[in-house]
């Protein structure tokens, strides 16, 4: 099967839209930059952007920065400016996109222009690949969740949150699984700036989809708070949530 697109959106395949802007002092010399997120919009206005850039310029001084993050097509891009170090005065630049897939993920990339300098540090890949959590259904209306790195260990109780007729393809009339079942954590599926009692310094709130039987069977949620630490956003604390 083939499609053919109207001629207009050829025309404007190339062409570079500045999709986002911010004014904010990045790279710590008192002056002030303009933060742009870039990029084309091959379709026309759908919504989905490609080959997206963040760009940092100082007109006064000329310099210009440009950042093309490894995930850089997607949807709804957004930039957040601010404070994530307590003991230091440089802002960070936090980029999230969204992929437009049906999980509901994003990808989400923070950087640090101190100095002129670009550090990424934060990555939506690195944060998956050291939050992995195992899950399944037990006896008794249950389901476990832990961490494999045993910063968490928790259950679900499923008679809280699902009817007879769910359970009922689960479960024998006493309680014991019929076969084993497993559900799933997914990957980072939403992070947000975080601010604790009003402060101007930000943490950041992370939240992984519990899953049941199908992708829509939501059970809850794992959040993990994250604060800026010895160089690195490390994680304060755990918690499981579950959907009522």
Request: proline share 2%; aromatic share 14%; hydrophobic share 35%.
């Given at each position: ?76 891009p ?9 003991k ?7 980029l ?23 550090n ?88 992984q ?24 956003f ?11």
């Amino acid at each position: 099967m083939f499609f053919r697109f109207p001629e207009k959106f050829m025309k404007n395949k190339d062409k570079v839209y500045i999709i986002d802007k911010k004014f904010a002092d990045v790279n710590g010399d008192g002056r002030v930059e303009t933060l742009m997120i870039t990029g084309k919009k091959p379709y026309g206005e759908n919504g989905f952007i490609e080959d997206m850039a963040l760009v940092v310029m100082n007109k006064k001084t000329g310099l210009n920065i440009k950042v093309k993050p490894k995930e850089n097509s997607g949807y709804d891009p957004k930039l957040f400016i601010a404070k994530f170090d307590e003991k230091g005065s440089i802002l960070f630049v936090f980029l999230s996109i969204d992929s437009g897939g049906s999980g509901g993920y994003h990808f989400d990339y923070i950087y640090s222009f101190k100095n002129n300098v670009t550090n990424l540090v934060f990555d939506y890949d690195k944060f998956n690949d050291e939050n992995v959590y195992d899950a399944a259904y037990e006896n008794f209306y249950k389901v476990g969740v832990k961490s494999q790195n045993k910063n968490l260990k928790g259950v679900i109780d499923l008679k809280s949150i699902r009817d007879e007729e769910y359970l009922s393809k689960i479960y024998n009339k006493d309680g014991t699984l019929k076969e084993p079942e497993a559900a799933g954590v997914l990957s980072l599926s939403n992070l947000s700036p975080l601010s604790i009692n009003g402060s101007e310094i930000f943490d950041l709130l992370a939240g992984q989809r519990i899953i049941g039987l199908y992708n829509s069977d939501t059970l809850g949620y794992v959040e993990s708070i994250l604060r800026w630490d010895k160089g690195k956003f490390m994680t304060i604390a755990v918690r499981l949530v579950v959907s009522m």
